[in-house]
């Protein structure tokens, strides 16, 4: 009973650091152009990120409990996973980095294929494949779209001419298309909290997807706030053309990433989208020699390597 309790303890704590970075990233465009107050965007985030939870969301959780590790998992392994993916957030979290949750989770869920020698290869390349394909098209298609309004040049003086007259509908059409950022993390993400604790939870997917989606919510409002600022201030100040632009490609490869049934690094898409509109806007030399993104690129790579390390060594020293 106690290890439950404190299985669930660290869930709640998981999906508030996880819930924080989801927040930063799907609420960057209506924050970072001013649209939204925090609080305003916290509520949407909450509201459209469980309704993603429980229409998508059960495909992600089948990949995470089923076709990463070949091993059946404990709940002694799912305390582990969810340790793993716990110090790892709350650092990344603490550094004020965005940082990917569902590559946290895969690679806590790779500690335990690797300390059974039951690791799914096959899996395991193909999230990290298709997340690097999605990645680059994230960048190439808010690259090309943005150079549609940036630089502003004669020829495309008539676009901002119209944007200028219906401002209010270009407003509300980000709102929404944060909304449909936050629908995406939930297709992906709380599947990333429920995963480890069905280890030892005999309850319905669903029933875990909705009952631990408002704690994202929580951690958006608590934690959520630094890593808000990185992403949406240091690295380029976002407009209101670019905010739209970045939402609504980066929620579409995510969602068709989750309809797949893979665990997605939405972290990864939104931050690539932002960097080609600082291309656009500072050049791709300046963009990628500023050191946040030095820094967020560093992190990226160390935070998975970590985990899976920190998930195989709990496993050799609890379980062997």
Known sequence: MTGIILLIIIGIFLAMNMGASGFS???????GSNLLKRNQAVVLYTVFLLVGAMLIGP??????????????????????????????????NLLKIPQSTSFITVS???????????????????????????SFLAYLSAYLIGSVFYPPRNNNLRFYEKVFIHRNKLRRFIIWTDCYSAFAVGT???????APLLAVLSVDPLILLATTAPFFGLGGYTFGKGVLHTISKEI??????????????????????????LPTPYVQFTTFSVLAISSLKDSFNV?????IVKRIFVVWVIMPLLTATISFLLHQLFLK
């Open 25 to 31: 990233i799907s609420f960057t465009p209506s924050c």
């Open 59 to 92: 495909r992600v959780v089948e990949t995470l409990t089923r076709k990463i590790s070949q091993q059946q998992i404990s709940g002694s392994s799912g305390l582990i996973i969810l340790i793993s993916a716990v110090i790892t957030m709350f650092t990344a």
């Open 108 to 134: 806590a869920f790779v500690g335990v294929g690797l300390f059974y020698h039951q690791l799914n290869w096959f899996t395991i390349l193909k999230i990290f494949y298709i997340a690097l394909i999605f």
């Open 188 to 194: 992906n993400n709380v599947a990333n909290v429920v």
């Open 236 to 261: 380029v100040s976002l407009g209101e053309i670019s905010a739209g632009i970045i939402s609504l490609v980066v929620s579409s490869f995510v969602v068709i990433a989750s309809l797949l049934g």
């Open 287 to 291: 963009t990628f020699k500023k050191t």
